[in-house]
């Protein structure tokens, strides 16, 4: 079974107190993050992790607080999420093939939907992936419109419950429940690394 990790938005900004968007408990999946991150390199397992990039004017400002605004620092990655081998791809890079050698994407993105990237259903369907594994921030926002893509897809999708966090927890456990009706699982990062 191929697999393919999806890290959803864990940056800076979203992670820790002094945020720009900061999700109040954040900082505390991070461990769980890297974790499995560095799982995914040992065992040669591709890392997409999606990101904001948002211009200063970015027209999601009017429905959010400024956050991630390409090139400061609260639109970084912690480092401990960081894998060594990896590259930066722009919302407008051609997504066609895995970089050779990389073992993480970085994918930038303007809206709250990685989909909203028309090449990355194809993609995705070019590493051959049968399986999805996904964690980061925040579930019922971001983390949902990445598990509601994968699924598309037709494949497993896992979301890694203590990988995830929220800002509102009746509507991410909606989105769980909403995930394992449509046929995905749930499962811990003691449950992947295993």
């Not at 991070?30 to 995914?40: I, Q």
């Not at 904001?52 to 970015?58: G, L, R, T, V």
Request: net charge negative.
């Amino acid at each position: 079974m191929k697999t393919v990790f999806f890290d959803v938005d864990t940056q800076l900004d979203f992670l820790y107190p002094a945020g720009a968007l900061y999700v109040p408990g954040a900082e505390r999946i991070v461990d769980n993050v890297a974790r499995l991150n560095r799982y995914a390199a040992a065992n040669r397992i591709p890392v997409i992790s999606d990101m904001d990039a948002h211009s200063e004017n970015d027209a999601e400002f009017h429905d959010w607080p400024a956050h991630c605004v390409a090139g400061t620092f609260g639109q970084a990655k912690p480092q401990a999420t960081l894998l060594e081998r990896r590259v930066v791809l722009s919302s407008k890079a051609k997504l066609s093939e895995w970089p050779a050698g990389m073992q993480q994407i970085l994918l930038e993105k303007q809206s709250l939907d990685a989909f909203s990237n028309p090449q990355l259903p194809g993609f995705l369907q070019s590493l051959g992936a049968d399986r999805f594994v996904v964690y980061g921030v925040v579930t019922e926002i971001c983390v949902k419109c990445a598990v509601s893509g994968l699924l598309r897809t037709g494949k497993r999708v896992e979301l890694v419950t203590d990988a995830v966090r929220h800002l509102n927890e009746d509507e991410a456990q909606q989105t769980m429940r909403e995930l394992e009706k449509a046929g995905g699982a749930l499962t811990t990062t003691a449950e992947i690394c295993a």
